[in-house]
């Protein structure tokens, strides 16, 4: 998954039944060359294992530099064949190298690897137009040097494909089994159609495969796996040599200080005051909006000091939101300077009954997810992006999604998970609100819309290169998609404006010039109708000088 099976979420995965777990896809030219990056992307400890190390590559010296940075590290380096977002279009990876005009490539960075290494090397790749043609390739891989393939049973991106089985729609499944009926020296893996447990052993039953991949599906409920282990126990002891070993956040040994100047979460008291301070003002202003509802919206029942408040509300919430960031910032630079201890994770003996009640709430999950977040830094994004998927249902049932969306601490989003369990505990403490569902639904509308121009911009090219019986259908989808440099980054950033725009819609018309130029980029961020595409560096690698998918 494109960055979401960070460490933290792989430990979780891990504790619940997991038995092997791939690294988010990293860019193969940025993980050998840049340090930085490398430290940012690929983080693991010793109970983080089996682990597949997962790439984007189309250039064979960069997966074998990757290979040899890794070997002893991770148990075995994959070629990521199946991602079909726009990004991959651009950059010239994915499933946009299952072209026919790109086998060559892709069998010589499969061949050099193996040759190069003494990990396993895999293949995660997508079906192909025929299955004739999907087998050819497995078997092609196979004699290049892979070790094992797994099958995403979808067709491979393409702009124009439509119907079942393309980009959504169930997997189809039963062409892994015609897959594996005739590669049968080379262990397979299906992915697809897995939402329950129920769906791994009904899968497995139906391919034949060697074993069963889920990604969306985990990411609702990390817990998936967990009667791989066994059956629920139902509080029956489980002696220690039959007891799992699961990964749990001990807090790291900090250092006494003085009660006088430390509060809870090791915060200054004072801050802590005002936090406080803050929170009940924050309660008193909800207490006059509920009055000002029942109202019928007029303010004619409230007095002027209650006006006063109500005005003061964003004033409050930013000074709120630089304390909530101080919590962040420490619990972070603690965490970091803990993180080579022992005292991070710990490992405890539990039976199936507690894993299977913990597994029962996704707020126990979530806050699992928490606590390792905590132990193993990640950045906020992602943890959001995380507990949005684990905690969907309650989220919106107690009108916290975008709440959750734009939280900007860890402290945030702990205290949002916190008011669900008390909703969920008190019911009578919650009180819809209208408005901001008004509110919520609108939102929802624009980014529909918004979404929507991306698509129609696509759809119009292909229609305009068919128009003009042009021979390349994508013809018009690869101008002004040529991926800025990082040099000229920085060149844009000194020009004025009308300059900047100029040379922009010259050569990168498809990218969002806010993305790479604005400060806290594209605030538009997937609902964005431009590409969002880091910039390249020096090594990045252009077949042909130009962005072709």
């Avoid at 991070?344 to 606590?371: D, F, G, I, R, W």
């Avoid at 193993?376 to 249902?393: E, G, T, Y």
């Avoid at 819809?432 to 529909?448: C, H």
């Avoid at 990218?511 to 130029?517: A, F, G």
């Amino acid at each position: 998954m494109v960055g979401a099976s960070e460490l933290a979420f792989r430990l979780l995965c891990r504790n619940y039944g997991a038995t092997l777990a791939y690294t988010p896809m990293m860019s193969s030219s940025k993980f050998h060359s840049d340090s930085n990056y490398r430290a940012d992307e690929f983080q693991t400890v010793a109970e983080d294992r089996p682990l597949v190390a997962h790439f984007s590559c189309n250039n064979p010296t960069d997966m074998v530099k990757c290979a040899k940075m890794l070997e002893g590290k991770v148990d075995a380096i994959d070629l990521n064949l199946g991602c079909p977002q726009r990004t991959a279009y651009v950059g010239h990876f994915g499933s946009y190298l299952l072209n026919p005009s790109d086998r060559n490539l892709i069998v010589s960075i499969i061949r050099e690897t193996s040759k190069s290494t003494i990990l396993p090397v895999f293949v995660k790749i997508r079906l192909l137009d025929t299955i004739d043609d999907t087998i050819q390739l497995c078997q092609q891989l196979r004699d290049a040097g892979a070790s094992l393939i797994a099958i995403h049973a979808r067709y491979r991106a393409s702009f124009e494909r439509k119907g079942a089985g393309a980009r959504d729609g169930p997997a189809l499944l039963e062409q892994v089994t015609q897959i594996k009926k005739v590669v049968t020296d080379l262990p397979i893996i299906a992915n697809g159609n897995v939402i329950t447990y129920h769906d791994v052993k009904n899968n497995l039953k139906l391919t034949n495969a060697d074993g069963i991949m889920s990604a969306e599906g985990i990411l609702d409920n990390p817990a998936l796996y967990l009667p791989h282990l066994g059956e629920n126990s139902h509080g029956n002891k489980v002696e220690p040599k039959n007891a799992i070993k699961v990964m749990v956040y001990k807090p790291p040994n900090i250092p006494e200080r003085s009660s006088a100047k430390i509060a809870c979460g090791g915060i200054p008291r004072d801050q802590f005051k005002k936090k406080r301070k803050f929170e009940k003002k924050l309660r008193d202003i909800q207490k006059i909006e509920e009055k000002v509802r029942d109202n019928g919206g007029s303010l004619d029942c409230l007095g002027n000091d209650q006006k006063n408040k109500l005005i003061s509300k964003d004033e409050i919430l930013q000074n709120l939101s630089k304390i909530e960031e101080g919590e962040a910032t420490h619990t972070v630079e603690q965490s970091s300077a803990t993180l080579s201890t022992a005292e991070t994770v710990a490992m405890k003996p539990a039976s199936l009954h507690e894993l299977y009640t913990k597994s029962a709430s996704e707020l126990n999950l979530a806050n699992e997810y928490l606590a390792l977040v905590r132990c193993h830094p990640v950045k906020l994004r992602s943890v959001i992006f995380h507990i949005r998927r684990m905690c969907r249902d309650l989220l919106k049932k107690y009108q916290l999604m975008e709440d959750m969306i734009s939280a900007n601490s860890i402290n945030v989003i702990s205290a949002l998970l916190n008011r669900c369990a008390m909703y969920e505990a008190k019911p009578q403490s919650f009180k819809f609100d209208k408005m901001k569902e008004i509110e919520i639904k609108a939102t929802q509308e624009q980014k529909r819309r918004e979404e929507g121009k991306r698509k129609a911009y696509e759809a119009r090219m292909l229609r305009k290169a068919k128009r003009e019986k042009l021979d390349d259908a994508e013809y018009y989808l690869r101008q002004g998609a040529d991926v800025p440099s990082v040099q000229t980054v920085k060149q844009l950033k000194t020009m004025q404006s009308d300059e900047k725009l100029a040379l922009w819609k010259k050569s990168h018309s498809q990218h969002c010039m806010s993305y790479h130029l604005d400060i806290g980029g594209c605030k538009r961020d997937r609902s964005c109708a431009f590409l969002h595409v880091n910039a390249q560096g020096i090594n990045a690698f252009e077949e042909n000088d130009e962005v072709a998918g």
